[in-house]
């Protein structure tokens, strides 16, 4: 796992990249992103080196996001406070981060998969990543934060639209929600940021998640409408197949019961479920 504590060490890392088409369009990306000296009230906060986990160099093309299971301060930035903004809410999505984590190691450990991940350790009230900047910031550190974790996102995309893999790239956003149903609820914008939408579950991947665990999704029917206020947020939307410029990945959000995710145990077994799925959806081996 690679922890970025500047946006150069992204670079750092794409240097290394032999592939000179891709590395080409991940400078295209880069420049786009801000230079450390623009973001120095982010790294020069206690914050340093903890606000994120990110991993780019996977070897699948599956991209795992969590944007609201931090639990730490962003520096100095102040809790929100706009409620006037339309779905304004603080409260984090407990254990998700350590959901994506987990999956993450089971798919290492049993599989050799290594899926590319951007974790936000960073408590939601202070920015939510899950709407946009003008939404989901309310000071110039919290926008440059939300600046570097989307760049991540973008950055593993095309590292996967990049690479010789048959297996089209897919986003899986990860959330929680607190309703006292036992599901997770599946946001594609109904079919917006999907071409399976018409797929039972959604896709290929959930299909297995559902026939294959006691995990329970919402919806399982071809072409059924999603849950209410779970349809999928700004994340799936920005990165997904509505978004001209990254141009055709799926995205998916996936809001898991507390049910799935209260405890270590149940975010080991929920971890074990997501991880063979994923596996079955590349086409890996068998557990090791």
Known sequence: MMKVKTIDEVRERVSEIQDDDVKRILDDILRKVPTASDITSW??????????DINLRGNVPVILTAPHGGTSPLGSVKTRSSTSTPSFRKIGDRNTGDLVRSVSALLATRY??????????????????????????EEQTARLFHQVYHSGISTAIQICKGSSSSIKPLLLDIHGHDRATHEIYRGT???KTSIHHDCECGHPLLLSLHRNSKLRLHPVERGASEMSGFKGGWTVQAHGLTDEYNDGIDAIQ????????????????TAVALAAAIADHVGAAKPV
Do not use: M, W
Request: hydrophobic share 35%; net charge positive.
């Open 189 to 191: 914008q109904n079919g």
């Open 43 to 52: 790294l020069s906060s206690p914050l340093n080196g903890k606000s994120l």
């Open 254 to 269: 996936l809001e898991f019961a507390l049910s799935y995710r209260k405890e270590r145990k149940a975010i080991t077994s």
């Open 112 to 137: 050799n998969v290594r899926p590319f991940f951007v974790i936000s350790n960073v408590h939601r009230k202070y920015v939510d990543l899950n709407r946009p900047v003008s939404t989901g910031c």
